[in-house]
């Protein structure tokens, strides 16, 4: 069978769609894969490493593994992380129900294996990605990622049919936004981002960003916003948020200690601004959320 190579013939299939969280002890060596992953990072940082160039991971992340590209990765933070990804092929073919996930290099392969190398049509082209994207908004790309998961594990009638419409959706969505996102921010912007993301345990307020990255506020909030659809004090105020999700979900500390912990004022506190945030008090979020398994064959 030929392989159809023209965008307007896309017809997917996914291999793999899954949540997972990561130990912090947990590291992927170096592998090649036959087909492309997509891997969201939602929770958490992570060292990736794509032909030999490194990358932070940060919540918001998305990375792009494309056939043959050798590629490894390790959790960076004492912490779990959350990374809900999926497998697949651009294009159905005979063997793509059995051809299973790479966890080898090139050179580790049989000359069977080395024949299930998808072309990689993401290299150039109007399915061009790069390894890593950072969009201005993610939520709405999460939401598509879950919902594609969703359908995956249900698998109800026509899951394949209703799959590959979902990851067409994801697609052309992370192609169109990341086409809309070549102006990068510039380098005191994301060093104010990583700042935000290293001070998660304290308040921040803009007088003091003002005055720590000599920045007027106004051009702060202006800039920043920009970039990440949110004013720096929303943005940090929401990774303080994603940090008590994951110690509710993945530890065993008292809502007073986790308040402590953030550096809120009081459990009131902390309270009242986890339910703006996620509509559920603390303890609520805590009884409904249960870890995730580490599972294998990612």
Known sequence: MKEPHTISNLSPYVRVAMESTLPSTWVLQEREIWDYEILYLQEGRLLVTVEGEQYEGLPGDIFV???RQRHSIRVLDDKPVSQPHVHFDLFELPDSPELPVSFETYGQMSAQQK???????????????????????PKRFEALLFELIEEFQLQLELCDVSCKGLLLTLLTYLIRQNGQNTAQP??????????????????????????????????????????YEATPIQYHRQIRIDKAKQLLRYSNFTIQQIADQLGFGSIHAFSRAFKMAEGV????????????PVKEGR
Do not use: C
């Not at 307020?205 to 005055?211: A, G, M, P």
């Not at 008090?281 to 995730?292: C, L, M, Q, Y």
């Open 65 to 67: 593994f494309k056939p």
């Open 186 to 227: 510039g380098p005191d912007i994301q060093a104010i981002r990583r700042h935000l993301h290293a001070k998660w345990n304290s308040e921040m307020t803009l007088e003091e960003l003002s005055e720590l990255f000599n920045i007027s506020k106004y051009h702060l909030v202006r800039t920043f916003k920009k970039h």
């Open 115 to 137: 024949s299930w190398f998808r072309p990689n049509l993401m290299a150039d082209g109007p399915l061009a990605l790069p390894s890593r994207i950072r969009l201005r908004h």
């Open 281 to 292: 008090p603390p303890i609520s979020f805590r009884t409904k959320s249960a870890p995730v």
